[in-house]
RNA sequence: AUUCAGAGUGAG
């Protein structure tokens, strides 16, 4: 029975919830599942970022007449918690204190994770004094998250307060807390510090994986030392650590950023042919490589070669294809591609409206492009600022003057940032 | 036995 609760937390890891509930089913038919059970799958739908689908096993959980744990209300908020559902998430945790249940240190955690992500560090800094208070004890984990938030939001200032936090509450640092330091710093380009980071790493004999050189490539592309990220790339390498789909995305990257089209094609040809293959965000890069110089038909033919290759194009791939039509003006195969992203249920967002708006004002198409930014925002696509700026700019290609100031008005009335 | 932490892709 243990080993079945086991076998659906690992099915979940490897990435499906299909998987985990045929297995959830295969083993009702020998065993009455428990919370240990349900949280399991529970937890899988937050990997799945399913709350529809977490909420109908919280459903089928109280049904079975299983009484919920303190395990499934860390699992559920953790649900609610990568979707940033704030409101939901602390509805949980009073549900909870009105069960009389005790929040406990993954409770903390996981609101603590939700809150840093969000960059609500106000909210933090309250939970954290509760967390104090009740006497519950910070683990390594818990700073990782709450530096990789920091680090994210470029705050490497806070991070490092953080981190001496760490140090005085006499918590050890693991890899993973080491990386969102690291991670710190590279996002602030701070780039000394993050090397002294990897030396003191090194000296406490880490073993790096290929997470840990991805940070570091990540930090020498987004700085321009494209030679620094093929040397830490090599390095990785002779550390008998595998390239992954990430550091490989990173490589495709670099060469875009620094090399001729053609090599970059050389070193994708590379990937393709190696047993590993590429994943959709490598086949995304290098498709957008050439939607930025304009080849339509190369991007074509990626996108058919992918899909012969049983990589699922996602919403970026559909944006790039849709834009790069486009941008040379093939409306008609533009909006057949953008048919065929809503017939797989891909959601289209702000960035592809932006892209559409601009290429009908590029080719003077004005009215076109206010058709689609009608179309796009009443299928529920939030345009930000980019999108008013390329619905004006359309509009004043064509001298429509009182027309983009009308625009410019709506923008201001949904309370957007002019920047 | 189940529930929490670290890196990558597209727009004006």
Redesign the pocket.
Known sequence: ???Y??L??VL??AGGVKAVENAFQEMKKEWRP????Y?????AC??AESVGKAEEWVQKMKEDRVKP???????L??VYG?QRMVEKAEMIRKEMVSRGVHA????Y??LL?MYG?MELWDEVGVLWEEMEKKGVRA???????LI?AF??AQKADMAEKWWEKMERAGVEP???????L??AY??SNLVERAESVWQAMKAKKFF????????M??MYFRNGRHDQVLSWHREMGRNGVRP???????LI?SSAASGDLVSTQKLFQGMLRSWQG?????W??M??LY??HKRVEEVLNLFGEMKQRGVKP???????VV?VCGKVGRFEEAERLFQEMLDRDLK????????VV?NY?RHNQPEKAREWFQRLTGAGVVP???????L??SLLKTEQYSEARDVFGDMREQGLQV?
């Open positions: 029975f243990a080993v609760t086991v659906l937390s979940a890891k428990n919370a240990f059970t949280n399991a799958v529970i937890s937050r990997k744990d303190i395990g499934t209300y860390n699992s908020i953790g990568k406990d240190a993954r409770t955690y996981t994770n992500e683990e390594a984990c818990i700073f990782s998250s990789g680090g994210k693991n890899l993973k807390t080491f990386c969102s690291l991670n590279g996002r790096f994986d290929a997470l840990s050189y991805g940070i490539m990540d992954n789909d990430i550091t490989r995305s990173t990257m590429v994943d959709v965000t490598t995304n890069s498709a957008a939607c930025k996602d919403a970026v791939t559909y944006s790039t834009d289209p967002d702000s960035q592809l409206l932006s892209k601009s004002g930000n600022v980019n999108c008013f700026t390329a004006m700019s920047d």
